[in-house]
């Protein structure tokens, strides 16, 4: 993780980390520089200033108006500066080198302090935590996405680009050229990718990109976004992080893989363990299955996010774990090696916030751990054929059916309160609330068809 201080030189001048990357934008004859941030709801943001002004932007910052971002600041309090974080600079392929990004920290121009409404310092927060205890923290996640064809107008449709399925070839996959260019420029963006594979769906895809530490991956997950977007528009395609544009397929999930390491070894693995998970993996799981409901208003944040969380459709709804099906919320995958001793996070999607979203998921873990909370044992057999009576037996609740349930769920957990902090957290409940209350009061297509004429 990158610390606030460690580019920052005595005399305000240049750390040589940042002289590196002005270094390069000259080598690389960069032209423009889009300074990247993320709102509250994971939106990516940019404000794109000459390359010229990469030195002033590394001392001084650069300002903008934060009123204008969703759950920022009011307009009496509209200063805020970027703060860029030189070892996020990459060239963005799809700008034929002329242009290079650079992911930013939002200061409080008011106290010259982070900004405490910036998601990235949400995470830096609980990652701080992490640390104070002792753990490094390791993330990798499987955002999956569509490729749907645009009209004629340019906008996009929800016609699939291809007939494929899971791990299908072409002709079938037709959207493999896609994948392949999308591969190449995540790859030149710093990116170690890791397999590509048509999903389950027609239309659906995965990119699977190594871990890494975890700012780093929420880095990775923003840029893979706009990455996906801006290529997919270069083949006349709209790429969509949606969770379920299609009613009846599979919906669009993020697996996120969780595991953390302690002076150097992965203090999740232990050999003597049935599960080769160490006492910290259970309790750890054990904090995630406990605040899941909360979670899931942060890691599944809009309303459609709860169009995939239905039985039937590979998304898991059940608060419990299993080494074995993926019926269950969260899964132990099978290690080869201790280091790749894991928990994976089934039921995120790829809609939300990674920076909140990877907070959440690690404060409810390290909240496991400070109080030594019991893991339940793992459900072997597929949940989705359990009836409730059985589910009631085995003592398995289910995550809130909708966006107004899982805000409820967050409105009532402190743990997951003060990981957000009180400037995210009521933002989010403010924005949440308000977008399922326009949905409650909305008149679907499907209700005008169901009851217009029968009643």
Avoid at 346 to 359: E, I, V
């Amino acid at each position: 993780m990158t610390d606030d201080n460690e580019h920052a030189v005595p005399d305000g001048g240049l750390s040589a980390e940042a002289q590196r990357v002005i270094d390069e934008i000259e080598e690389k004859e960069v032209e423009f520089l889009r300074l990247q941030f993320t709102d509250i709801l994971g939106t990516v943001k940019n404000v794109a200033v000459p390359a010229t002004q990469a030195e002033k932007a590394f001392t001084d910052g650069i300002y903008f108006d934060g009123s204008s971002i969703e759950g920022f600041v009011r307009i009496q309090e509209s200063d805020m500066r970027l703060k860029p974080d030189p070892e996020t600079f990459a060239i963005l392929p799809w700008r034929d080198g002329r242009s290079a990004r650079l992911i930013c920290d939002v200061i409080n121009t008011s106290t010259g302090e982070p900004f405490e409404g910036d998601p990235r310092r949400v995470l830096k927060n609980v990652l701080d935590r992490a640390e104070e205890m002792g753990y490094e923290v390791n993330v990798a996640p499987e955002p999956e996405f569509f490729l749907f064809e645009e009209d004629e107008d340019g906008r996009a449709t929800t016609k699939t680009s291809d007939a494929g399925g899971y791990f299908d070839l072409a002709p079938k996959d037709l959207a493999s050229d896609v994948r392949r260019d999308i591969i190449h420029g995540l790859e030149q963006m710093g990116f170690e990718i890791e397999a590509s594979h048509h999903e389950v769906a027609e239309g659906q895809h995965e990119i699977n990109f190594e871990y890494d530490d975890a700012l780093s991956t929420a880095d990775n997950v923003a840029t893979f976004r706009t990455v996906v977007r801006a290529i997919a528009a270069q083949h006349d395609l709209h790429a969509t992080f949606m969770p379920k544009p299609i009613p009846k397929i599979n919906g669009s999930g993020m697996h996120t893989h969780m595991s953390l390491f302690e002076d150097g070894e992965n203090a999740f693995h232990d050999e003597d363990d049935e599960f080769d998970l160490s006492e910290t993996a259970h309790s750890f799981l054990a904090g995630i299955l406990e605040h899941a409901p909360a979670i899931t208003a942060v890691a599944d944040p809009t309303v459609n996010s709860y169009k995939r969380l239905v039985p039937g459709y590979e998304a898991p709804v059940y608060i419990a774990w299993s080494d074995r099906n993926r019926s269950a919320l969260i899964r132990k995958p099978a290690a080869r090696i201790p280091a790749a001793s894991r928990i994976e996070a089934r039921f995120p999607d790829p809609s939300c916030n990674p920076y909140l979203a990877f907070a959440a998921l690690l404060a409810a873990g390290l909240e496991g751990i400070e109080n030594d909370l019991d893991c339940p044992d793992p459900v072997r057999e597929n949940i989705y054929e359990f009836d409730e009576q059985k589910r009631q037996e085995y003592g398995i609740e289910t995550l809130p059916a909708n966006l107004g349930e899982a805000v409820a769920a967050l409105e009532e957990d402190e743990v997951i309160e003060e990981a957000l902090g009180d400037h995210v957290y009521e933002k989010f409940i403010e924005a949440k609330g308000q977008e399922y209350d326009e949905f409650r009061i909305d008149v679907s297509q499907w209700e005008l068809d169901r009851y217009l004429e029968t009643y």
